[in-house]
Structure formats: structure tokens, C-alpha cells
């Protein structure tokens, strides 16, 4: 069934239409001339965001909502079988795709490029996106979060190509037709879908493999080198048999800049945002748009001007000398990058405010979220954000905040329930201190609580 460029009108249902990669999708498809409805278990920003450009959209199950004229029904990989709308649209004989049955058909209608890997994937994307439309391009493109300099996650170009974010997760990279791929790294991550490193390794191999283009490599990273030498790909980093080499590299306050080398040519890359792991998100996304043959002293200046993604590194405000940054960090080497960007602020106090995901996830890595968490000043653990999974007996933010003190973080404290940390943290803030809040729940709130507690008690001296 052509859904993107070609084909009438046709009607499709989003169910799940409120995560980040659905409601990227719903958007394209709507702004590709199709008729687009979406659903979700609760109301949110994502589903107020839709509904403004003609995107009917609705809380909770809708059974009715699926009519004999609904053409597709597309859900998130999250979504059950015995989902009521789903088993509407079996009974109306409506045909149902997962996530990656839609990618896989629209990366079959238009050119498709993005980077994978376990971390970074949502900034190099959006750095592509930026740096390809620097270079006077204008692709079409679905990002995992909120692109600031855009104002949106997803849009539909001018350009006969799109820019997507490549998710691992749930497998769903291996169905979707790539012309370009950039492989950040690769680490023990979704292993519920993989089983083992080993099968999650093979994965991103048998991806690589398939691509029909170019292919980078982080080979800085172990996982993503041994992929590159299994898949014939091209190299980028620090490392010195790179074939697109970071040389010269400078760390500031919230920035990172580097000299980015290919065969004797050369291009000085100037990153608004601080720490090394945005220097490689940016290497790689230049790498690809040079591999691609784009004007690479035009792509440099995208990168100039990124303005970064929300929860990636994302600056909410500032009150009385207090900084607050908020990040989608909750991988133990995700924690570790952002606490050693936030050190290149230099002679601040730091504190890290983490919230754990999933409880099968913590049970895994509590030890290496309790070091990554460690590099801290100060540090704040509240209890695990469940998301989809029912709680484990005894696993529970105690189990990260125990790992902290065994790695030498004596000034931790655990607060169990989310909702009290703002009370709790703010008394204790003083002038100077940067404090990053970090988490891919609802840890995200704590910020905005933060800033509204330290500017009532500005008003009040």
C-alpha cells in the first residue's frame, strides 16, 4: 500500500499517536495529503500539537473511531493485539501495520537516511537535519523529540529524501530501506528484544549491510567498531585510523569545537553545546552529509547554528545564579557523558537529579548508574519511573542511590517519591550551582518546579 508519495487520499489511524517517534509520523503523513486520526492513553502537548494543524486526535480507546473507511490502522510497537481499537479494525477487515511495517513502506517511497545506535541518536538527527538544510537542502524528516530550532519533531520537505531518526528498539530498524546510516555505538540496551550483545550486535550488522550508501561508524566506541569492521563501514572519531578523524579538540562552557579531517581536506566545527559525545553526534551527522556529497563548508555552519533538542542537554532557566538543566539521560554511559559535559562549566557545583526507567533496566545497571552518577557533587535519586512494567520486588531507586555511595559519592540522597524532590532539593541550592535533572519519565517536571521554587524565594529576600 503506498502511503507517502504516491496513492490517493487515504485514511489512517495512529494508535499511540502520543510517543515521540508516532506522533513524528502522524504529523508527515498528515502534511503528505492523507487523512490522519490518532488516539492515546492520555492527553498530551504531543496530541495539542496534532490537533492544531487538522489532526483529529482523542484520549483513551475509540473503538467506533474505526470505520469501514479507514483505509490503515498503524500502531506503536508498544501496542497489544487485544488493543480495542486494533480488534476494531480486525473486524472491519481494516489492514493493521506496526511501526516499522510503515517505515519500511515509506523508506521504500522516498530516499531515507539517519543515524542509529544506542545513545545519540536523536542530536546527530537533528544535527543531520540542520547540517543538510545548511547545504541548501530541504528533506523531509522525523525526529525522536522536539528539534528547538524548528519548533516541531517532524515535517514534510521539498527535497525527494528524508531524514529519520533509526530506533533499534523492538527490532525496528531492520525493516526500514536506508540509503545512509550513521552507527553511533552500539551497547547492552533493549536486550528484551535481543536476547544478547551478541544478537544485538548481528542486528545493527545486518542493517549496515543492507544499506544502499554509505555507512559510519563511531569506531571510537568497541560496539560500533566491531560493526564497522563486519559491515565494510566507514569510520569517524578520535581515533586515529578514522577515515573522517576529530582532531584538535576544545571544550569551553557549553560548547565543543574540533577539526574534522577526510583525506586532507579539513573543516573547523563549532558545537553550541558542551562535551565530546557532541562532538562525535556532529562528527558522524557531517561525515554522512560529506559521503552523501553535499557542500560540507555549508554544512559546518548548520551545526553552528543547531540549537539543540528538547530534554537533550536542554537549558530551562536560570534563578538566582542557580542553572537548571534537563537531559533524557538513563543509560549509565548517557549519565557519564552529560555529568563530564556539564563539568566543561567549570568550577561549579554539580548536582544530579536522576530519576531510573523501567525496573528491569535498574535491576541491570544499577552498579553503573550509581558510578556514572558519582562524577556528581551532589546527588538526588528518586524512585524507578515503571513506564510500561510492573514493579519488582526489591528494586527500587534505593538500589542506584546504595551504588552511589559504594562508588565514592557520599553526598547522595534518596527521595522516593518524585513529587517531593523540588521541596526537598531547592532549600539546599546556593548561587553557582548547575543542576541537571536527568531521566526519561516524569522527571522532566522537576525543573519547572525548581525554577518557580528558587524565584519565590528570590521575591522573597
Given at each position: ?50 490537533s492544531e494543524i487538522g ?123 536506508l540509503k545512509g546510516l ?224 559504594r562508588s565514592g559519592g ?52
Open positions: 500500500m503506498p502511503v507517502f508519495d504516491l496513492g490517493g487520499r487515504i485514511r489512517i489511524h495512529v494508535v499511540g499517536v502520543g510517543g515521540a517517534g508516532m506522533s513524528g509520523l502522524a504529523k508527515l503523513l498528515a502534511e503528505s495529503d492523507k487523512i490522519v486520526t490518532g488516539s492515546d492513553i492520555r492527553r498530551s502537548s504531543r496530541l495539542d500539537a496534532l489532526v483529529e486526535v482523542w484520549s483513551g480507546h475509540r473503538p467506533d473511531g474505526i470505520t469501514e473507511d479507514t483505509d490503515l490502522v498503524v500502531t506503536s510497537s508498544a501496542v497489544p493485539e487485544q488493543d480495542p481499537e486494533v480488534q476494531a479494525a480486525r473486524r472491519l477487515g481494516v489492514t493493521v501495520w506496526k511501526r516499522p511495517r510503515l517505515l519500511e513502506a515509506m523508506s521504500a517511497e522516498i530516499t531515507t537516511v539517519g543515524p542509529t545506535g544506542t545513545h545519540g541518536k536523536t542530536s546527530s538527527t537533528a544535527m543531520l537535519l540542520e547540517a543538510a538544510r545548511a547545504a541548501g537542502q530541504n528533506p523531509s524528516f522525523v525526529v525522536g523529540e522536539h528539534v528547538l530550532g524548528l519548533g516541531t519533531n517532524a515535517g514534510r520537505g521539498s527535497d525527494p529524501w528524508m531524514v529519520l531518526e533509526v530506533d533499534e528498539a523492538f527490532r525496528t530498524f531492520e525493516e526500514i530501506n550513521v552507527v553511533n555505538n552500539v551497547e547492552a540496551e533493549h536486550l528484551e528484544h535481543f536476547e544478547n550483545v551478541d544478537n544485538l550486535e548481528s542486528s545493527f550488522v545486518r542493517v549496515a549491510r543492507k544499506v544502499d550508501g554509505p555507512v559510519l561508524a563511531g569506531i571510537d566506541d568497541p560496539g560500533a567498531r566491531r560493526v564497522a569492521g563486519r559491515a565494510d563501514a566507514l569510520g569517524f572519531g578520535l581515533s586515529e585510523d578514522a577515515h573522517w578523524r576529530i582532531t584538535e579538540i576544545s571544550e569551553g562552557v557549553g560548547r565543543v569545537s574540533f577539526r574534522l579531517v577526510r583525506e586532507g581536506s579539513s573543516w573547523q566545527v563549532e558545537v553550541p553545546f558542551p562535551g565530546v559525545h557532541m562532538a562525535r553526534n556532529a562528527a558522524g551527522a557531517l561525515a554522512l552529509c560529506g559521503e552523501m556529497g553535499l557542500d560540507l563548508d555549508r554544512a559546518v555552519r548548520g551545526i553552528a547554528r543547531y540549537r539543540g533538542v528538547r530534554r537533550r542537554y536542554e537549558h530551562r532557566g536560570e534563578v538566582g545564579g542557580v542553572t537548571i538543566i534537563d537531559d533524557y539521560a538513563h543509560h549509565p554511559s548517557e549519565i557519564a557523558a552529560t555529568m563530564r559535559a556539564a563539568r566543561a562549566a567549570g568550577g561549579r557545583r554539580l548536582w544530579a537529579i536522576f530519576q531510573p526507567h523501567l525496573y528491569s533496566r535498574t535491576a541491570q545497571m544499577f552498579t553503573g548508574l550509581g558510578a556514572a552518577l558519582s562524577l556528581a557533587d551532589r546527588i538526588v535519586v528518586t524512585d524507578v519511573y515503571g513506564a510500561r512494567e510492573e514493579p519488582q520486588p526489591g528494586v527500587s531507586g534505593e538500589l542506584v542511590a546504595a551504588a552511589v555511595r557520599r553526598a547522595v540522597q534518596y527521595f522516593p517519591h518524585r513529587s517531593e524532590v523540588a521541596e526537598r532539593v531547592a532549600p539546599q541550592l546556593r548561587e553557582g550551582d548547575l543542576v541537571v535533572s536527568m531521566g526519561a519519565g516524569d522527571i522532566t517536571m522537576v525543573p519547572t518546579e525548581l525554577l518557580a521554587l528558587l524565584a519565590e524565594r528570590e521575591r522573597g529576600r
